[in-house]
């Protein structure tokens, strides 16, 4: 069995790439980061439990992929640059077979990144994985959840709802055949962090959140912060192929309240629309225009002839009751 400072050493440990920016890695009390002068930091922790985020036999590879994916999609949410990360697991054992993939799913999307591991905390205890992620943005451009106006278009990068597609077939709510499957189970345990679009808005879209929980569920943090309200058409919601073929009621229910998509909501002044789509072009993403901030509070929710629809939706709330 693997001593808990071996399994930093041999899993965790890797030669400093960033020396400009990584001062000190792995391995003391304490990292040092040198970040850019004059930028600002941005910094947020994301944290994956097994049974509630993932299952015990959830492969490994796609795990680490996916724990450090949702750490860096908060920083694409803010438009900020990836830096470095910190990652404090609890393992029931150490196993080379569990540790081994884990660490290389993780650290290649770092790899992909140039966003270094520098330190973190191992301990022996339940199945939990909790990373911090550090950023950098110059001050004054992050795309904050209370920076939206009355006028400005909302739009959705990618496209949303195909995770909870994967979801359902898991629980068999649903039938989906097996290209579908493997296709709809890639964006539920190996999403994508829109890093190079949330970078590419700085300047242009005023308010942004990815879309963790759900559409409007995310969208109402939006709307919250930024005092406003959304009318959204529920029919130009960017769905994927799978999610497309199946009935309307529950293609605008998945992409309107299924979590897991990771994909950026964002709002921009309808004069920007050029410069938004110029963006997605940098970044390789596509992006859909799908409503309006309101003055009036509240989300309404149209159809594509714009008539109102009355759809419930609620997204995902940790404490909320059964
Ligand atoms: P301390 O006693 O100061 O908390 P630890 O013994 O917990 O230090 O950790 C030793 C070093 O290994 C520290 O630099 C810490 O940041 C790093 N470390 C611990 N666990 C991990 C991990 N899972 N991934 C990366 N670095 C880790
Ligand atoms: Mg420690």
């Known amino acids: 069995m693997l001593s808990e400072f071996d399994l930093i050493a041999r899993y965790f440990t890797r030669p400093t790439r960033r020396p400009d920016r990584v001062a000190l890695s792995v391995g003391d009390d304490c990292a040092l980061l040198n970040p850019s002068p004059g930028m600002q930091l941005a910094i947020s922790t994301d944290m994956l439990v097994e049974e509630r985020h993932f299952f015990p036999d959830a492969d490994p590879f796609m795990l680490g992929h996916k724990c450090l994916a949702v750490n860096l999609s908060d920083l694409a949410a803010m438009g900020a640059t990836p830096l470095a990360f910190t990652l404090a697991l609890s393992l029931p054992d150490a196993r ?56 400005d278009d909302i739009w959705i990068s990618g ?124 970044a390789s993403t596509t992006v859909t225009r799908v409503g309006t901030i309101d003055v009036a509070p509240g989300l309404r929710l149209v159809d594509a002839q714009g008539a109102t629809l009355d759809l419930q939706v609620t997204s995902f709330d940790h404490f909320a009751s059964p």
């Open 96 to 151: 080379p077979e569990w540790l081994e993939p884990f660490s290389a799913g993780m650290l290649a999307l770092a790899d992909l990144h140039a966003c270094e591991l520098i330190g973190g905390d191992t301990t022996k205890g339940p199945r939990n994985i909790c990373i911090t992620v550090f950023g950098e943005i110059p001050p004054g451009q992050a795309l904050r959840r209370d920076a939206a106006q009355a006028g």
């Open 159 to 282: 496209t949303i709802g195909e995770a909870r597609l994967a979801l359902a077939a898991c629980r068999d709510e649903l039938k989906l055949g097996a290209d579908a499957m493997t296709a709809a189970c890639e964006r539920l345990h190996a999403p994508t962090p829109r890093v190079a679009l949330g970078m590419a808005l700085r300047g242009i879209a005023h308010a942004a959140i990815d879309i963790s929980d759900g559409l409007s569920g995310d969208l109402g943090h939006i709307l919250e912060r930024s005092k406003a309200g959304a009318t959204l058409d529920a029919d130009a919601l960017p769905c994927g192929p799978n999610l497309s073929r199946q009935a309307v009621e529950l293609r605008r229910r998945f992409a309107l309240a299924g979590g897991d998509d990771y994909e950026l909501c964002f709002t921009a002044p309808p004069s920007r629309r050029d410069a938004v789509l110029a963006a997605a072009r940098t």
